[in-house]
């Protein structure tokens, strides 16, 4: 199947910091994005969705100015998690639509101290 | 955000033993899909639903299509050790071009050898 690749695939950061994941589609194009917040032991969340060349939409409650989407390629996609706080630890993850099926990431466990 | 209602939250039962877990929606949704999640990683498709009533299956895995396209069930036949893990069922919706994918709440399975 299609190849997601999400990096890095840990990160601590100091509180205050900005932190950027990149999420890529490696062997095929993908003009949508969909980025995800997992606590431990529950689902996946949908934060926002990214459309290449175009702003992202986000889903209720999710700070657009704290978490900054770019998807400026059709292969690339990043999240800013800005002026990150120890509760914004979490686990990350990508997925990329690609033939009307989404691929995921490995994910990213950020971790804010 | 959105999630779908996923049961049973969590399941403990014997190698060889059939297990059964089902997700409902009060939304419709054009495809069901389920995914097993190993801890750390990204969720990895299992089994993908495309048109009301569909029965699919996937080695020993079979997943049903709900009639009213609100529901869906997904069967795992004679269990094993590396079963374990959490499974996920998705809903997606296409409208308007615009793809969404709304997880459910989570199985986590363990299996007894």
């Known amino acids: 199947g299609a190849v997601v690749s999400q990096h890095p695939s840990w990160v601590i950061c100091k509180s205050g910091t900005s932190v950027k994941i990149e999420c890529r589609s490696l062997d095929f194009q993908a003009t949508t994005m969909f980025w995800y917040r997992q606590f431990p032991k529950q689902s996946l969340m949908l934060m926002a969705t990214s459309n290449e060349g175009s702003k992202a939409t986000y889903e209720q409650g999710v700070e657009k100015d704290k978490f900054l989407i770019n998807h400026a390629s059709l292969t690339l996609s990043t999240l800013t998690v800005t002026s990150a706080h120890p509760e914004d630890s979490s686990f990350y993850i990508c997925?990329?639509?690609?033939?009307?099926?989404?691929?995921f990431g490995q994910g990213t466990r950020l971790t804010v101290v | 955000g959105q999630q779908l209602n996923q049961s049973p939250q969590s399941m403990f039962i014997q190698e060889g033993e059939d297990v059964s877990m089902n997700c409902t929606s009060s939304s419709i949704f054009n495809t069901w899909l389920w995914y097993k999640q190993d801890p750390g990683e990204g969720p990895v498709l299992l089994i993908a639903l495309y048109k009301a009533g569909e029965l699919t299956s996937n080695g020993r895995l079979t997943a049903q299509f709900g009639i009213t396209r609100k529901d869906s069930f997904l069967n795992i036949s004679a269990s094993i050790p590396s079963d374990v893990g959490i499974y996920f069922c998705?809903?997606?919706?296409?409208?308007?071009?615009?793809?969404?994918?709304?997880f459910g709440t989570g199985t986590r399975l363990k299996v007894l050898a």
């Open positions: 998705a809903g997606v919706s296409d409208g308007s071009g615009t793809y969404k994918y709304i």
């Open positions: 997925s990329a639509l690609g033939d009307g099926e989404a691929f």
